[in-house]
């Protein structure tokens, strides 16, 4: 078996947080952990601790190299609800299709498994949260100035509700949830939110 000096441990940990991801922490268990990256458990444990240190470093790499980049897209974006459109279009697309389909988002995952009861696994879902909030509150304020919102859409509150719209994806698409239906649901929601056309 390799030991620690002789393997990556970024590799290592592309293959945990794949686990994690998939099955959610209560149910990975070390020996998946080792059976999935051909280590031992000493290598492991030596590397990154036990397996809620090896949980918590996984879900910072998730959301370091999956929920970050699209946030910051998205509060940079510039084009106001076409920029939020694009969003939501993106999320459903790596929801339902492709090699994660099914898997939901490990961030969100985690606030409805046992994972959440530790404290620094709730800080970071806070400040992940925070960030989904901010970008669509961004993309918001971005609308509001290019006149596409209706009359009394406050960017405020309704980046919550996007915000809550975007945790429903993710659960609803976990659960088998079909593309079309979700892209319907979003596309209501936005309808509601923007200016009608004047004719």
């Known amino acids: 078996m390799p030991d620690i ?4 441990p970024d590799a290592a940990l592309d293959t945990a ?3 994690f991801w998939r099955q959610g922490m209560a149910t990975t268990g070390i ?19 036990g397996k809620r240190e090896l949980y918590l470093a996984s879900l910072k790499r998730y959301v370091e190299l999956r ?24 999320l459903i697309a790596a929801r339902c299709s492709g090699e994660h389909a099914g898997w939901g988002c490990m961030a969100v995952n985690a606030q409805a498994g046992a994972e959440y ?17 901010d970008a669509l509150r961004a993309a918001l ?3 509001e100035e290019r006149g596409q919102l209706a009359p009394g859409v406050d960017p405020g509150p309704t980046a919550d509700v996007l915000a809550l719209l975007a945790y429903g994806v993710n659960l609803r698409s976990r659960a088998g949830a079909d593309a079309r239906a979700l892209r ?10 923007g200016r009608s056309p004047t004719v």
Do not use: C, M, W
């Open 5 to 8: 000096k002789h393997f990556d």
């Open 67 to 90: 929920s970050r980049p699209k946030y910051r897209r998205l509060a940079e974006d510039g084009r106001g609800l076409p920029a939020v459109a694009d969003f939501f279009e993106s």
């Open 117 to 133: 009861g530790d404290s620094e696994v709730r800080a970071l879902l806070e400040r992940h949260h925070q960030d989904l909030r």
């Open 17 to 19: 947080l794949r686990l």
């Open 31 to 49: 020996q998946d952990i080792v059976t999935a990256t051909g280590l031992n458990r000493s290598s492991l444990y030596a590397t990154f601790g």
């Open 184 to 193: 319907a649901t979003v596309t209501s929601a936005l309808a509601s939110i």
């Open 141 to 143: 304020v971005a609308a």
